[in-house]
């Protein structure tokens, strides 16, 4: 897991403390997109930091992209 502190505020909300950061994610559904008969799902990610130190937060995004592309983007 990317991040241990992870807390399900409602639904497609999301957030924690790590790394330094308090951080926020919410998602929103997306137009799908269609490719041929496959429909493919997509979602919008609202992400907010909140750190005084901008090395946290720099540290805290590589953190999170490098899980999130691990797990497929």
Do not use: N
């Not at 909140?50 to 992209?65: E, I, S, V």
């Amino acid at each position: 897991m990317a991040f241990p502190t992870l807390r399900a505020d409602g639904p497609q909300a999301y957030s924690g403390h790590d790394a330094g950061c308090d951080w926020h994610i919410r998602l929103h559904p997306a137009e799908p997109t269609r490719l041929g008969l496959i429909v493919l799902e997509r979602w919008l990610a609202e992400v907010s930091l909140t750190a005084a130190d901008p090395a946290k937060r720099r540290a805290w995004w590589q953190q999170f992209t490098a899980h999130f592309q691990k797990g497929g983007g």
